[in-house]
């Protein structure tokens, strides 16, 4: 026969106190975890969304970022000729020779200079990002100083408004708009024209990299290998999502950090339980001896100890999870290890960050309740009625 879980409630209630200060033990826990797995979360989104599975990136042999060298400007008019790629409206093959420089800008909150991304691309580069949505002002015209910024560089940098001017490079460049990629990294980037980009910065007659569109996911597939293994080119194809993909081993140094805290949080909340729980087998040791008497088992005994600290580690868990949510949707950057300038993404509390945090929760509890719940199974009856 089974203990009831209202015994175990009535239980947690009148020992309000330890039952508070241990559930506030296990949620500052939970909300620790969920703060770095949010971050986590927020960051990945940002990276796996950036890339389209219809655009393909070309660069150099060997490269793995678009600051790692170029390839031949020549090569480009063969690029954009290979079958599987999109056309415009006009006829003509949707690709974009581009190039990736960094620039440093200073924070609006006077924290600082950072590295910012500056892309120069070819007018269809805009064709192959159509998340990107124009927010304020117009697009960069081809041949002008012109740039327009991101909607994070536009809220997180000064200089960054409409109407106002970058100096890098080789002089000033007006911004003329800005635009909004739905939170991806290209938030992250100021884009101008290539042939002025390439000319500010001394890099003529070649391109860091080439964005192709296909017409649909097998091409998409096909032409990635198509370039790849086209011996004329000696360059390497790979889907954009693909690339993106792996930028978000940037997270790597939150991931090992947040998983050590965590679990040294994790030890002194399970602890914290343990003595919750052997406290409560002390104070209610006569109470485990009439249950024992009235017919209940060894087991039920067990199980209704275990149910009791696990239900210590839920409430614990839903204060931790509460405690957060003020913070969702918070915007940090964090320094990109391939583009080596920042990249702004949002704290995201996703439902599988809910339900980790919730197992996490309940772990802590079945370690530190187990023990105890033993020992109050295992009491003599006539032991425990002296007490």
Do not use: C
Not at 264 to 281: E, K, L, P, Q
């Amino acid at each position: 026969m089974a203990i009831p879980i209202s015994y175990n409630i009535r239980n947690l209630k009148l020992r309000k106190g330890l039952t508070i200060m241990t559930a506030l033990g296990i949620a500052l826990t939970v909300t620790t975890a969920v703060f770095l797995m949010a971050l986590l979360a927020g960051l990945q989104r940002a990276f796996k969304s950036s890339g389209d599975p219809l655009n393909v990136l070309v660069m150099r042999k060997g490269s793995t970022a678009e600051l790692s060298g170029g390839f031949d400007a020549n090569l480009f008019p063969t690029l954009k000729m290979l079958p599987g790629i999109a056309q415009d409206g006009q006829g003509q093959p949707i690709a974009s020779g581009e190039w990736v420089v960094i620039m440093v800008l200073p924070r609006k909150d006077g924290t600082g200079d950072v590295n910012v991304s500056v892309r120069g691309m070819m007018p269809a580069g805009l064709t192959l990002r159509p998340s990107a949505k124009l927010i304020e002002g117009h697009w960069f015209t081809p041949g002008q100083r012109e740039v327009v910024v991101g909607n994070s560089i536009h809220n997180r940098f000064a200089g960054a408004n409409v109407g106002d001017n970058l100096d890098f490079a080789k002089g000033q460049w007006k911004v003329v708009g800005v635009f909004d990629s739905g939170g991806t990294s290209y938030d992250s980037e100021i884009w101008g024209d290539v042939n002025q980009i390439a000319a500010d910065f001394d890099r003529q007659g070649a391109y860091a990299s080439a964005y192709l569109r296909a017409t649909d996911p097998v091409a998409a597939d096909a032409l990635k290998h198509r370039v790849s293994d086209d011996q004329r080119l000696k360059l390497d194809g790979m889907l954009e999502t693909e690339y993106y993909e792996k930028q978000t081993s940037s997270g790597g140094p939150i991931e090992f950090i947040g998983t050590f805290v965590a679990i040294i949080m994790a030890i002194g909340s399970s602890f914290a339980a343990m003595n919750t729980m052997y406290a409560a087998v002390a104070y209610r040791s006569r109470e485990i001896a009439t249950l024992r008497i009235i017919g209940f088992s060894r087991p039920s005994i067990l199980v209704s100890f275990v149910i009791e600290a696990l239900l210590l580690s839920l409430l614990g868990a839903i204060v931790g999870i509460v405690l957060i949510l003020p913070f969702n949707g918070m915007t940090t950057g964090i320094g990109n290890s391939l583009t080596f300038s920042e990249t702004v993404f949002s704290l995201h509390l996703t439902l599988g960050v809910v339900i980790t945090a919730v197992i996490f929760a309940m772990i802590m509890g079945l370690v530190g309740g187990f023990a105890p719940a033993w020992q109050a199974a295992r009491q003599s009856i006539l032991t425990s009625l002296r007490a």
